[in-house]
């Protein structure tokens, strides 16, 4: 592929999402620099500090730079003043779901890998998860989530209906299916068909499309099962493909697999502008530490360049974060007897994506604090 222009919203938002956002874009600017990309950073407020700032966790302004943007990075948001107090009108999440809303972000696609090097961190055995490599579609904007929900007049029973249509389920449904034919050819439908009609839904529906896809090998799971031989047996999985609630809670209970959430990408697609982010939520209590993990965030990035088509720009990513975990050049949250801080090891990796033996003449400046790359 040629050399590419895009405009990219960044995101930062709240607690450690500035200093891992700062890290990805470092590494962004290293492969535009390397394979002669221009990518264009726009910086927007959403989450708590937006709310701080305008009364809004998703300004019209953040929302109209998203619409026009090629690709959006987001770091984390949420914030303790509004964790802890249930009752605030005004929430960060409600930000986040709004924004996959409008942006029409119906798919969250989760790769879910065990790191030879991190096995130790999983509170799973070695033996049971190495070599795990899946990948899990969530829908993002129907089901219970976003279906009509409130109170009745005695204030004693609440709701929250579930709601699908055959569209929302196979615009999702070809996804999962087209990846499923990139990868180890087998999907997994994972619902609770025996029960809710949503589910019946679902499954037929996917029983439907399969058909166009003759090479993948389709199979079913009902969700507690599914949560169940996540733990039994994850190199099973190839494909997963899932409800909004369902790909929420298994896709967390998966990531244990990586043995930290800090090495956990994500990304939000829909028809138009796709949003990219790590699964870790703003540790709040890490904030201005220098010690939050980057990689997430920094794998994130690799999914954008995917996005954007640039594959060999992408391995290059990923190729780097390995030679950065092959060499322990990780925050102590991977290794506590290392001192690496947030920046030192985004540095790392972007000396990487220009050149693997030059990262390793930098190492020390880059230990020492001294790196002033890009």
């Not at 590494?27 to 700032?53: P, Q, S, T």
């Not at 929302?168 to 087998?186: G, M």
């Not at 092959?326 to 000396?351: C, H, K, M, W």
Request: charged fraction near 20%.
């Amino acid at each position: 592929m040629g050399i590419l222009s895009k405009h990219i919203v960044v995101l930062p938002g709240d607690g450690i999402g500035p200093e891992v956002c700062a890290e990805a874009v470092r590494v962004l600017r290293a492969v535009a620099d390397r394979f002669g990309h221009e990518f264009h950073f726009d910086y927007h407020l959403m989450g708590a500090c937006a709310i701080d700032a305008t009364g809004s966790p998703l300004p019209e302004l953040t929302l109209d730079a998203c619409h026009q943007a090629d690709a959006v990075l987001l770091g984390a948001i949420g914030d303790p003043k509004y964790d802890n107090a249930p009752a605030a009108p005004v929430r960060p999440e409600q930000g986040l779901l709004r924004l996959r809303k409008e942006l029409g972000l119906y798919a969250n696609i989760r790769p879910v890998m065990a790191y030879d090097q991190l096995l130790e961190h999983s509170p799973l055995k070695a033996d049971r998860i190495q070599g795990t490599d899946m990948l899990i579609f969530r829908e993002l904007t129907g089901g219970v989530y976003f279906g009509e929900k409130g109170r009745f007049n005695d204030g004693n029973s609440a709701y929250d209906n579930c709601t699908y249509s055959r569209e929302e389920i196979e615009r999702i449904a070809h996804r999962a299916f087209r990846a499923a034919e990139t990868r180890r050819h087998k999907l997994t439908l994972v619902d609770k068909a025996n029960v809710l009609e949503t589910s019946r839904l679902w499954r037929e529906t996917v029983q439907q499309l399969a058909p166009q896809y003759p090479s993948v090998a389709l199979d079913y799971l009902f969700v507690d099962n599914a949560a169940m031989q996540i733990i039994l047996n994850p190199r099973q999985f190839d494909v997963i493909l899932t409800e909004n609630m369902f790909g929420d809670i298994i896709s967390d209970e998966a990531s244990v697999i990586a043995g930290s959430l800090g090495m956990l990408p994500s990304a939000s697609v829909g028809d138009a502008v796709a949003l990219f982010e790590p699964i870790h939520g703003s540790y709040p209590q890490a904030k201005g530490k220098g010690i939050a993990n980057p990689i997430a965030t920094i794998l994130s990035a690799a999914m954008l360049l995917d996005h954007f088509g640039l594959t060999e720009e992408a391995v290059t990513v990923r190729d780097a974060v390995q030679h950065a975990l092959d060499q322990q050049v990780v925050t102590p949250e991977l290794n506590p007897a290392t001192r690496y801080t947030t920046e030192q090891v985004g540095s790392f990796i972007a000396y990487a994506v220009l050149d693997i033996a030059d990262c390793e003449m930098h190492r020390n400046n880059i230990r020492l604090g001294m790196s002033t790359i890009i």
